[in-house]
T-cell receptor
Framework: NAGVTQTPKFQVLKTGQSMTLQCAQD?????MSWYRQDPGMGLRLIHY???????DQGEVPNGYNVSRSTTEDFPLRLLSAAPSQTSVYFC??????????FGPGTRLTVL | AQSVTQLDSHVSVSEGTPVLLRCNYS??????LFWYVQHPNKGLQLLLK??????LVKGINGFEAEFKKSETSFHLTKPSAHMSDAAEYFC?????????????FGQGTTLQVKP
């Protein structure tokens, strides 16, 4: 099992550009989530999904879109990047009875 | 609503001395609580979890935590710090009752271990 994988590892964008952060898991987990990590603020939930076709907003959803067409994949789309979205992004997955497993993260810089 | 407060942003200990990282939580439900560790430029690793079984939870690498409902606390301890324990530690509560797939993180505590 590869666990939770994220691509790319690093990305630099210019303000206004769009991009998609990829997340995939091979553990057949129904729950998947996206978090952003900023210094001194821990991790904050952006969006989450409890199964294919079902998504909902977390604590900081503005500027991000998600969709979940398959159990395995949960991409995060930045519609029009802003410097405030400079952060480290983590994807996670779990079942209803175990802890969340985190991917290695994507470090995003928006200039 | 659930929330988590880590009472210290930075803790410094000497190698071989005890570690105490403090965490208070607020929850309308019977909470699921976790401690995660993040080493520099790495992802997050689960140290231990509490899910309404035994109140004293043992985790990996000699860490343990005690759930105290009366004090709404879930402090993380280790009897003897090792240099490899230097990292950032997050106290986490699961939103809602049980495991909902949504986690609420504390702000993090940076543990420094001095030789």
């Amino acid at each position: 099992n590869a666990g939770v994988t994220q691509t790319p590892k690093f990305q630099v964008l210019k303000t206004g550009q769009s991009m998609t952060l990829q997340c995939a898991q091979d553990m057949n987990h129904e729950y998947m989530s996206w978090y952003r990590q900023d210094p001194g603020m821990g991790l904050r939930l952006i969006h989450y999904s409890v199964g294919a076709g079902i998504t909902d907003q977390g604590e900081v959803p503005n500027g991000y879109n998600v969709s979940r067409s398959t159990t395995e994949d949960f991409p995060l789309r930045l519609l029009s990047a802003a410097p405030s979205q400079t952060s480290v992004y983590f994807c996670a997955s779990s079942t209803s009875y175990n802890e969340q497993f985190f991917g290695p993260g994507t470090r995003l810089t928006v200039l | 609503a659930q929330s988590v407060t880590q009472l210290d942003s930075h803790v410094s200990v000497s190698e071989g001395t005890p570690v105490l990282l403090r965490c208070n939580y607020s929850s309308s439900y019977s909470p699921s609580l976790f401690w995660y560790v993040q080493h520099p430029n790495k992802g997050l690793q689960l140290l231990l979890k509490y899910t309404s079984a035994a109140t004293l939870v043992k985790g990996i690498n000699g860490f343990e935590a005690e759930f105290k409902k009366s004090e709404t606390s879930f402090h993380l301890t280790k009897p003897s710090a090792h240099m490899s324990d230097a990292a950032e530690y997050f106290c986490v509560v699961s939103h809602g009752s049980g495991n909902t797939g949504k986690l609420i993180f504390g702000q993090g505590t940076t543990l420094q271990v001095k030789p």
